[in-house]
């Protein structure tokens, strides 16, 4: 990293002058403080939800807390509020004191924390009010999503200046996983984020299909590893040895399984569409590779677990070190169980169940959340300089949330193996043991219960620790000014010591630090993709046969309703190539059937059915009866009503532009639909309408937004019905 | 199938990018000494 | 945390009892005769200094951070301290430092750097002496690199880091320590390119074998092709540089066949490639290289641990000396070049006497174990003949010179010792030597896979060729080497014997006799108390006054009764040493004194006078090693001749020989350093274990040298083996460990050979898919990797005993 340093003049020795400087800790408390309100918020929302599955009556029947709704906003929130909070505050602390310096600039630390909050304020908004662009993990539409790479580039460029002006010359392990952070979210949010808007706050993105499915779950898996574990790894690499005042088990192995990490973690993706219309190769190569990353995960685990050698008395007397070890035990288990769902054959039995929701949370609550909390205990005393308020509350604390994580993630076990296997079994005469899919749901319903207790428990936790933490901070000392400290200014010794040595081609890197050139390439990369894109996406859709006829207009608004309500979220839209789903739900799905659908809504969950064959399977006033009370028609179902969709009217005047937009993406609608576009809306409308109202449904549903949702769910897996895809 | 068109270079462009990181940070005699960092790591710095 | 730190606390007590107080610096037990906290004046001087300099943080670093290593004693007992102007001098400056455009380097093994701590008090350095620009320590080698500017001074830094309780070495740079490091750095970098390609690589081949097809299986062979290029063009010169250099010298190294099999399979398939062919074996070769270096990387560490402690400089010839000028009637300091033949010199005491030269003036007594190798102190008078190297103890001593510089016995003895080291020819390894057959067999082989492509169409003949080369690649003879003796050079460094190189493993199993040296090898090295026959109430008294000399017998009798008197010392008045005599002092009135006897058969004898009355008898013997009996009988087992080589008198060599249980014609006695040297000559193949200085040349002479931790280590420079445990145990089990790699080296032999004849096998048939060859080259690089971990049952209670050591 080299520095220009003008002021000296080359023939007089470079005398390394020690500099006094204070860190900017403002920064620190401020994300600390935001990481116990919106985990607040995110274990709220997380415990509502759960409540909303195991009992449908707290939906209460309003469209801004329905579970379709809810269930993005806790994802969003407890991704990117809770720990994304805890990751800023965790990093500006460790990062100065481990390159002994301030933050470059205290005013881009500032628009970075503002900034994001702001973010959270609008995804907390909008995600209730439906604005969802329906991609699992991205549902934040278009502007937000702007707004997250501009605020995500102030703090790369803050921190590489930072990492520039340097005065430790070794860059610890810690930063490292820093900065694979922030390069590729910076990479994975932007290629997963290039959507056209139709309209301020709606946009389809350019992918369609199973390409979109590719992308959505490469950014999907590696939102999870490089925003949920890269830098958590680099916080306990910090705080561990910190906390417990011995240095890391083994350095060197740190430095290897962070490169063997880096190098090739980027392929990881492919493992959530095993036996989807995913091409056969794709689904193998990325089940291989994710059993390949046990290695470096367990890496990882086992360099943090034996930095505590010699010092296991102190976990059963410190909260602290308690956290650590049970945070670094669940991420061992997360990652192994991670690979073990990754082969094909388990996920054969796990995909859509919810063991998956008991992985994920295993890795959330159990590695993210604990070792957020030993942050904050170890952090707040030292930041406020004051002694923690109660210790004794600590470990009742860690009891508690370990005792919810475990409930939550057992139940979760149960249930989804109780679900996977009960889809599955035929009997020797060859018939589904379960035809119905309502059997499979009402079984599992007391362990959505145990789930809802297991959350409340950690929720309950988390309130005991606010509590003793703004005690711990009410009794702080009201000392203003910040620590001074004292370091040597990092004179260029490292790089002249090469230059003498005489090697040629070194002397041109030195002007171009490597990390502003990855940056850069980034850049290049993004440039070339936007391009790129269109054109390649432009001619697919040709090949595919002319007879295919994309969404009407009325169909297109539909999927929008149903993108907009969130129902991916319980049901899926891709039947998988096994005997007992072709039984249960018809011919498995072809890759054309989607490649028209932009988002993608294959979907990851079947707590309900799955629809990719609804098209004509019941009448429209079935749907019309279901949708308003879905217990009418099926007894026991836990799925919530949907009133106001008997209230609001389609907006028919939109329609054309959603053809408009989706025929720049490639969907070949003629200039014909999109003249009549708004006229043919209004006659297939009335034509359901009327059959509706012929069979005694009242005269007030014409132009409902249900005759649209109506039409959509009506048209899934029609065209393979009638024989146009093979 | 032909999204892996651009999800293939980007991951390729971005490996390549750690890679160069990783071979300028090895020139650069970061890896020189792997013991010392873990217990520097630990001294904090002490205030004037 | 504020129970974080009084747990650390606690915990530390709970290791020692109660009972036995500790130093409060270092922590060892206090010896119960000292009524102070500290187990050592050196401790004692150390902890004051810290105090002085408000250096407090040090002590509740210490007790807060877990040690790098075992803190073993430091720095001399008595808290001699060592000056330091030698390191300005130029000449000196011009070896050991180097200049940059911001400031003077040097480079400082210090001794007892064992924590976190550490790091922190030595790197104070820089606030507490002015000039100093910079002191970084690398707590794994314990090098410290300190810069000043043209101002400063090294000796200022060295005198502040022995304060600290951290005695400085300088290590000699060089032109090989800078060109190491980067080496190493250059070296890592291929590793993670031939690394990162291979990861990918292999990830576009498995899509290929899980059924990718069409024009998108086309780009990934075309991408992977592509990536392979930094792998074969970067990472694998190593491989041609060796072979290059292999071929030039006309002999056959492991890197030809390796170099062979990389060509061949790039060229074919790069060639496949561009003809379309789907055989592409990018994943198998880019896997190869980064197995291949990172094994040879793993070798090369393991031995670097041994060379870097060779270069420290434990041994300094004082190069300022006092010279008599006849015409100013008055000694001047001069240096040591200046000085002639016939100049008069005066050696004060506790000095190291700088020539060789006849006495003309003064009677003292000498320590000549850095030349003889023995402890005891030898008496001079006029007229007596002294030689370079020793150390005066009792009183001056005028010169006069015969001999100076490099001519001296010592500078003699140091000029052949370089030329020896040098010239010691790396002998070509086994496993080597076994490839060169197998070189010419996979040569032959491929000769004829393309003569029968000669009539079943060129094609089929350079695929079959080719599928030769890769899968009878020289993987896994190239890995059997580096693997066995990477685990086994790792595993004795860390139990403390450090090995030179993988080359001393094989002489090992080579050698037929040892010589082993007396002082210091099979005996204590320093005389112990064998007879005691004093009056208790006069013990503390004793102690007192021998505490204050710097003798070898007066240490072992500090030594003796420091752990049987516990009650406080008596003060003293007019204490007199008179040189090889004795040492007297008033005590309470009445004088006691401590007469040296004649010396007698049965070791050097002490009588204690009280006012004149014989009172005591003390009898001082270099006691037999407990443990050299079990030793001797171990290496006797593995039917080794054995004999004894010292340069000691004829009565003690033939007594510990007979303890030990060597045949007296097995003894060799009365032997200087040449003699040694020539007897080894002789009788090569030799295994020569010794500790002295005087031992440098015979180790650097035989075979295999092994320097024993107890005396100088000067010898560390020149033996290929050093153990940092005392005693001669370990060499029974370092040549049975020896013996067992080489076992596992011929068991990896059988397993590649075994593994290529089958391959080949299938090669020639031409039916070797690239998912075959993916497949095997890693099982049979991992049959050889785990036959190297799993070692044999021998070698595992080998290792097992030396830890237990």
Redesign the interface.
Known sequence: MSLESSESS?DQ????Q?ENFSYDDAIVKKFLIMTLVWGAVALLVGVVIAVQLADWRFNFGLPWITFGRLRPLHTNAAIFAFAGNAIFAGIYYSTQRLLKTRMASDLLSQIHFWGWQAIIVAAALTLPLGYTVGKEYAELELPIKLAITVVWVVFAVNYFKTLLQRRERHIYVAIWFYIATIITVALLHVINSINLPVSFWKSYPVYAGVQDALVQWWYGHNAVAFFLTTPFLGLMYYFLPK?A???VYSYRLSIVHF??LV??YI?AGPHHLLYSTL???????GM??SVMLWAPSWGGMVNGLLTLR??W??VR??P?LKFFVAGLTFYGMATFEGPLLSVKSVSAIAHYTDWIIAHVHGGTLGWNGFLIFAMIY?LV?KLWKT??YS?KLAHVHFWTAFLGTLIYTVSMWTAGITQGLMWRAVDPSGHLVYPDFIETVIKIIPLYFLRAIGGFLYLGSFFLMLYNIVKTIAKAPKTKAPDVVSA?RL?P?AL???S??G?RPHRILEGLPAVFSVLTLIAVIVGTVIELIPVFLGNQHVAASSSLKPYTGLELHGRDIYVREGCYVCHSQMIRPILSETMRYGEYSREQESIYDHPFQWGSKRIGPDLARLGGKYPDLWHYRHMLDPREVTPGSLMPAYPWLYRDKTDFRAIPKKLKVMKSLGVPYTEMDLAQAEADALSHAKKIADRLISQGVPATVQNQEIIALIAYLQRLGEDFKKGLIQ | ??I?YIL?PIA?LL?LG??SA??YS??T?Q??????PA??A??DD?II | ????KE??SI?SKEKFPLSCPLCVHCGNPVPKFSSSEFCCLGCKRVYQWIQGHQLE?YYD?KN???A?RKLNRVGSATGAQENFHYLDEPQFLKLYSWE????RWMNFYLQGVH??AC??LTEKV??LVDHV??VR?????SVATV?I??QGSFSAVASALQSMGYPPHPVQPGESG??Q??E???F??RI??A???A??IM?LA???Y???TGA?AEEFRW?SGL?FLPVLLFSATPFYQSAWSAIRAREISIDIPVVFGLLVGSVGSWIHLLSGNDHVYFDSLSALIFLLLSTRYGLKKAQQIALDSSKVLHFRMPSRVKKWNANSQMDEQVSLDQVQVGDRVRVAPSECIPVDGVVLHGVSSLDCSFLSGESEAQKVGVGDLVFAGTLNLDSPLDLEVTQSGSKTRLGRILGSLETLVTQKAPIALFADRVSRYFVVAVMIASVIALARGAYTGWQSGLNSALALAIVTCPCTFALITPLAFTLTLGKLARAGILVRGAEVLEKLTQIQSVFLDKTGTLTAGAPQVKHWEVPEELWGSVLAIESHSVHPIAKALVLYLSSRVSSVLPDLQEIKETPSVGIQAKVRGSLIEIRQAEKSTEGTELSVFKDQICVGRIVLMDTVRPESKEAVELLQSLSLKLSILSGDHRVPVLQVAQSVGIHAENCFFEFSPEQKSEIIQKQNPVLMVGDGANDALALARAFVGIAVHSGVEMSLQVADVYLSIPGVRPVYSLIVIAQETLRVVRRNLVFSIFYNIIAGGFALRGEVTPLMAAILMPMSALTVFLSSITGTSRMKNAFQRIQSL
Not at chain 2, 31 to 36: F, G, I, N, R
Not at chain 3, 1 to 4: V, Y
């Open positions: 080359k020795p470079l005398k390394p020690l906390a005042g011995l240095p490169w063997s190098f090739i392929w091409p056969e190769w794709a689904q193998t190569l291989i590779f010699g010092a008395h102190r007397t410190e602290i170890w005393p002694e923690l210790v040597y004179t010794v002249s010591n090469l003498q040595l090697d | 199938m032909n892996i293939l390729l490996g750690f890679v990783f071979v090895s020139m005699g890896y020189d000494d792997l013991e010392t217990y520097r630990l001294l002490e | 945390m504020n129970f974080a747990q650390t915990q943080k670093l807060k951070t877990r790098f940059t455009s911001e400031g924590c976190a790091i922190w820089a606030d620009s910079l320590l690398n707590l794994g080698s810069q500017d043209a800078e060109l490091k980067r190493n750095r250059v890592l970098a993670g390119v690394g990162a390609m990861g990918n990830l498995v899509s290929l899980a059924g990718a998108m991408i990536l």
